[in-house]
């Protein structure tokens, strides 16, 4: 059992993060769920307590597309209670390419980069010596090695590389921040070498249930309803991520992609520092951090 354990998972309300969040409650560890809506937080947390009695669990309302919410989400985290040693970075939205949000920032980069980054940025900084693993579930490797990011477009505001085919372009944006994921778990995990916070990638395989495609027209809607009968379910798309997050094996392990428990090689132009570095201060600007992950991140902004 780990009681003393406390594992964040965003996107914790359905499909993969709820099987995340249940297999990780189940290990003992106090599990909070992470989820824009009261009424699907406690959805979950019902389904949880059903299929573990004994689960330990608390819920965050914060919309991750909203960086003050990330901001204040961080803050409450850290504020009553130890930060969490396990975090899995699972939440992901797939939006028009030109939906902005409120904070004018296109709604999939700031949900699946620009979340990520400045949530486990403000955390890593309270962390101190303490261990932790955070968790990033990406894309799938030969998916990302086609669609690198271009870094004088992260919010694909000028279409450029997008496809042909209008109603796909909201996946190929989707994609483009499945490749920043990877990119950012190198940088994290390049400056974070010599603490005891690891920084893995996983690939969940394309698993149905996840929602991603809910509100998705045309091409993309009709392709996702052709494969659903054939994927796999939730379940299976929590194994790596909750292995990472737990397992002895990869103690220690860090700046690695995952697909089925095993390390795979992911394209250079994930990898590359220079691009990877480019990124980092692009989001870091974004988000209104300092590169720089010397300076105490809670202080910033």
Same mark, same amino acid.
């Given at each position: 059992?780990?009681?003393?354990s406390?594992? =964040? ?24 769920? #992470? ?7 406690? $959805? ?11 689960? %330990? ?6 919309d991750?597309?909203? +960086?003050?919410? =990330? ?7 850290? *504020? ?7 975090? =899995?970075?699972?939440? $992901? ?15 999939t ?7 990520p ?22 894309? !799938?490797?030969? *998916? ?7 870094l004088?477009?992260? %919010? ?15 996946f ?26 690891t920084?893995n990638? #996983? ?22 309803? !052709? +494969? ?9 798309? $929590? ?16 700046g ?15 990898? %590359? ?10 989001s870091?600007? +974004? ?6 992950? $010397?300076a ?6």
């Amino acid at each position: 059992m780990h009681r003393t354990s406390t594992a =964040v998972v965003t996107g914790g309300t359905g499909g993969i993060g709820e099987a995340i969040a249940r297999r990780l409650a189940a290990d003992g560890r106090t599990v909070v769920l #992470v989820g824009r809506s009261d009424q699907r937080l406690d $959805a979950a947390r019902r389904r949880l307590t059903a299929a573990v009695p004994e689960a %330990d669990l608390r819920s965050e309302r914060a919309d991750l597309s909203l +960086l003050a919410d =990330v901001r204040a989400l961080a803050g409450r985290l850290t *504020a009553r209670h130890a930060p969490p040693d396990v975090v =899995v970075s699972n939440a $992901a939205v797939i939006a028009e390419v030109g939906d902005t949000t409120a904070e004018g920032i296109q709604r999939t980069l700031a949900t699946n980069h620009l979340a990520p980054y400045l949530l486990l940025r403000l955390l890593a900084g309270h962390l101190g010596d303490r261990p932790a693993r955070f968790v990033v579930v990406c894309g !799938a490797p030969r *998916a990302l090695a086609r669609m690198p990011v271009d870094l004088d477009d992260l %919010d694909c505001a000028t279409g450029r590389g997008l496809g042909p085919v209008p109603s796909l372009r909201p996946f190929d944006c989707y994609g483009r921040t499945k490749n920043m994921n990877a990119m950012f778990v190198n940088g994290l995990a390049r400056r974070l070498d010599g603490t005891r916070i690891t920084v893995n990638g #996983v690939h969940p395989g394309v698993i149905k249930g996840t929602g991603l495609v809910r509100s998705s027209r045309g091409t993309l809607r009709i392709l996702a309803a !052709a +494969l659903s009968p054939f994927l796999r379910g939730p379940d299976a798309g $929590a194994d790596t991520p909750v292995w990472l997050a737990s397992s002895p094996e990869v103690e220690g392990v860090t700046g690695r992609f995952f697909v089925r428990r095993k390390p795979v090689t992911i394209a250079p132009h994930l990898t %590359d520092p220079t691009r990877c570095d480019r990124l980092w201060n692009e989001s870091a600007h +974004l988000v209104g951090l300092s590169p720089s992950m $010397a300076a105490p991140a809670d202080d910033e902004g």
